[in-house]
């Protein structure tokens, strides 16, 4: 028998919790634990909580472990602790889960479908809570669950009920990602109208590549032109792929890719995966169409020069979005050169960001660029140069007198540091030399970066500020590779990688939203909140499940994040009546 809360999620947004006393029967045809009500208390914030505390004394009477003020152990019962687990930690992100409405998003799309809602929302929870707090395996995971960690309502937890409701996640994705946005864009307020686009990759270890499948056999083995044809059925392409583009520096090893969008404040509003040899190109495609249909108004996307070529920022431009990219400098385009080539006076931003706007052709065909300084940059970008050359002098220094043959192998080994090779340069006779030529054309990049807008309601501040928060993805990749330990990944079938990470994707929003609502990091929240446990323990036939106190970090906590303390008590069992 146990205090029970549920919550009720109102048209207007608003979450009512209402108090019950329940305990749980087996159900005849499945097995599986189905709580029954016994009485209601009504709304939590409108429940009489002195009738509670003494309807705590009364049973505290008839449990000769615990005295009358329901805290004090009596001194006449042997005591017996039969567990104690992990507790804080996970009550924290159940309450976040139910909030942000990630719980009702599951249950909402699982009803139709031959599964049981409720349990499969409760084992994607265990998941993505096993993943914040302590990341393993979803074999180990069922251990944690079963042993280690208190979480409310879990049914018993093993690897078939763990991979049907990765199916389950994957199959109804679409839709779930879509609630979850809808809730939490209008709980936190968040910023829709710019988008940050970002994508990774992650290896696995193994020395062969996924068989391709007949989609690629049927294509003779040759790239498959139409992007969005090739994405449009992800399922019948091998996902694992080796590539020379490995964001991880391991093109030895095979790869998925993986894309992210996020708002301005950080929070991950989506994640793919692709096959590894996915182009940055391709996947902007495919990341706008999946969000056409979002209550996101007006969007700008912000991407780095990766996802930067023509057709792209025709694709961006259309159904009414924006972009603002960056440019390649060294390889810049006909328009880069002449934005770069113009003079102008910059404008302060903030701190040591300078900006001035260019305007590049005429009419229809104008294109807006914002050319972006940043005078410490700039300083140490000419430091390294200088260290550059001063280093290139000594290894070509006495090459006049080496043979034809020699210089070559020089310059071949100079040819693997591009930084080193772009300053270099052959005299008519073959002899080496520092390129004064391309060091002076290199002081002209000096702590610059170059951006490309179609949107003309934003300023050119706006427009550099809004790119250089393009940081937010590349913090959620750290914490998806650090904290949340996206790799190793324990999994073979691709249904069950892209499951996988659609788990981190959960794991990385919640975690995200605790440390806005905070200002600290995950890492400070988890150890902090790990350090409440719930002991159960017994005595006379008796069982009692309590929490320890709450400790003054963890009620700072609490306040921040809007959550209320749990319940002293979490569980009583009487002991069976004497015949």
């Known amino acids: 028998m146990y205090l029970r809360e549920t919550r009720r999620t109102n048209k207007d947004g608003s979450v009512v919790a209402y108090l ?39 049973i505290s009477r008839f449990l000769e472990p615990v005295g009358g003020d329901g805290d004090q152990v009596a001194s006449d019962g042997e005591v017996e602790l039969l567990d104690a687990r992990s507790f804080g930690g996970a009550y924290v992100l159940d309450e976040l889960w139910s909030r942000l409405g990630v719980a009702s998003a599951l249950t909402n799309s699982a009803k139709g479908r031959r599964l049981d ?138 790869q998925v890719v993986l894309g992210m969008a996020v708002t301005a404040e950080g929070i991950p509003i989506r994640c793919w995966t692709f096959p590894g040899t996915t182009s940055d190109q391709q996947i902007i495609r495919k990341i706008k169409d999946d969000l056409a249909g979002w209550m996101l108004h007006r969007v700008v996307f912000v991407a780095d020069s990766g996802f930067n070529s023509a057709d792209n920022r025709t694709y961006l431009s259309t159904g009414g979005t924006h972009y603002i990219v960056a440019e390649r400098l060294r390889s810049a385009s006909k328009e880069v050169r002449q934005a770069l080539a113009r003079a102008g006076r910059y404008q302060h931003v903030q701190g040591n960001l300078e ?58 080994e100079l040819r693997t540091t591009p930084g080193l090779y772009r300053l270099l340069r052959r005299t008519g006779e073959g002899k080496l030399r520092v390129d004064k030529a391309a060091v002076a054309a290199e002081a002209r990049y000096d702590g610059k970066f170059v951006l490309r807008s179609d949107d003309d309601s934003l300023s050119a501040a706006d427009l550099a500020l809004g790119y250089k928060q393009l940081s937010q993805v590349e913090r959620g990749w750290r914490d998806l590779k650090g904290a949340l330990r996206l790799r190793p990944v324990f999994h073979h079938r691709e249904d069950r990688i892209r499951a996988h990470m659609q788990l981190c994707w959960l794991a990385l929003l919640l975690i995200r939203t605790a440390e806005n609502a905070t200002g600290e990091t995950w890492r400070n929240l988890r150890n902090e909140l790990q350090r409440m446990h719930l002991v159960t323990y017994e005595a006379n ?9 709450t400790t003054e970090a963890q009620r700072g906590i609490f306040a921040k994040l809007e959550v209320r303390e749990p319940a002293a008590f979490q569980d009583f069992t009487l002991p069976e009546p004497v015949a």
């Open 20 to 58: 019950q006393l329940a305990h749980n029967e087996r159900h005849r045809v499945t097995g599986s634990p189905v709580a029954k009500v016994i009485y209601n208390f009504g709304r939590a914030d409108k429940v009489d909580r002195a009738a509670l505390s003494r309807l705590v004394s009364s």
């Open 117 to 254: 809602a409720e349990a499969v929302e409760r084992v994607l929870f265990a998941l993505v809570a096993n993943r914040c707090l302590e990341p393993t395996s979803k074999l180990a995971a069922c251990s944690w669950v079963a042993e280690r960690v208190a979480i409310s309502s879990c049914p018993p937890l093993d690897e078939d009920a763990c991979y049907r409701a990765m199916d389950f996640l994957l199959e109804a994705l679409p839709e779930i990602a879509e609630q979850i946005f809808n809730r939490t864009a209008s709980l936190l307020n968040l910023s829709c109208d710019v988008i940050f686009v970002d994508t990774s990759s992650t290896y696995f270890e193994r020395d062969v590549a996924d068989e391709l499948q007949e989609l690629d056999r049927a294509a003779g083995e040759t790239e498959v032109r139409d992007a969005n044809a090739q994405l449009s059925a992800p399922e019948e392409a091998a996902i694992r792929r080796f590539s020379k583009h490995s964001k991880d520096k391991r093109p030895d090893l095979p």
């Open 355 to 412: 900006v001035k706007e260019v305007r590049v052709g005429d009419g229809a065909r104008s294109q807006r660029f914002v050319i972006c300084h940043n005078p410490e940059v700039a300083s140490r970008d000419e430091a390294v140069r200088a260290n550059l050359v001063a280093y290139l002098e000594r290894k070509i220094e006495g090459t006049d007198e080496w043979s034809k043959q020699r210089r070559d192998e020089l310059v071949g």
């Open 541 to 549: 036939g008796a069982r009692v499940a309590k929490r320890t106190a």
